[in-house]
């Protein structure tokens, strides 16, 4: 219950900010049994599924080793408390095909967190798309076009992966940057709420 209120009301704040709020849960909390004060915030904890041990990220971090090759590799992820928790969560919103945001600054690694985990998952075909100030709903159709099949079905039309037994994910980089239109809307926002809102589109 601590950890998914944690997540749940801070996992989209700044560190520093996560740490006061999970400061304030240990304040009020009375009941359920928190981790050992070692100098640690609540924050670098997890809770382990299968035993409901509290047990610090850091101890999920591996030991690399980095062929001197490989350093300039763009694709090169050197993994950290941050880098493992924060997949830790990606992977817990694709098991449930849930649609999320990753914000952050330009150069803060979204892209490359969300690659780095895709990765690890065969099942997923992974598409990305860059916005610009021109983007409109047709890049999304198109590139469900491309990646996908429609099929007829007793409820109507079906639009799933032309890869049998693969999930897509459509990553979308730079969404604040569509213009707006006359109505003071970005047609290409609104239509991803439809798809995410109702669950698919008129065709």
Not at 54 to 82: A, G, N
Not at 145 to 164: A, F, W
Request: aromatic share 10%; proline share 6%.
């Amino acid at each position: 219950l601590i950890f998914s209120l944690l997540w749940g009301f801070s996992g989209s704040l700044k560190l520093t900010d996560r740490i006061k709020f999970g400061e304030k849960v240990e304040e009020f909390n009375v009941r359920i049994s928190l981790p050992p004060s070692g100098g640690y915030p609540l924050i670098d904890y997890e809770v382990r599924i299968d035993t409901g041990d509290w047990v610090l990220w850091k101890q999920r971090v591996p030991q690399v080793e980095i062929e001197t090759h490989k350093v300039v590799d763009t694709e090169l992820v050197i993994p950290t408390i941050d880098t493992v928790r924060h997949e830790e969560v990606i992977l817990s919103w694709l098991h449930e095909r849930r649609p999320f945001l990753l914000c952050g600054p330009p150069g803060s690694g979204k892209t490359m967190t969300i690659q780095a985990v895709l990765r690890s998952l065969p099942d997923y075909e992974f598409v990305g798309l860059n916005f610009s100030s021109s983007t409109d709903p047709q890049l999304i159709l198109k590139t469900f076009d491309h990646y996908c099949e429609v099929k007829k079905t007793p409820n109507g039309l079906l639009m799933r992966p032309s890869q049998i037994n693969k999930s897509l994910v459509v990553f979308c980089d730079e969404i604040n940057l569509p213009a707006l239109d006359k109505y003071g809307t970005q047609r290409v926002i609104s239509f991803m709420r439809q798809l995410t809102e109702q669950g698919g589109f008129w065709r």
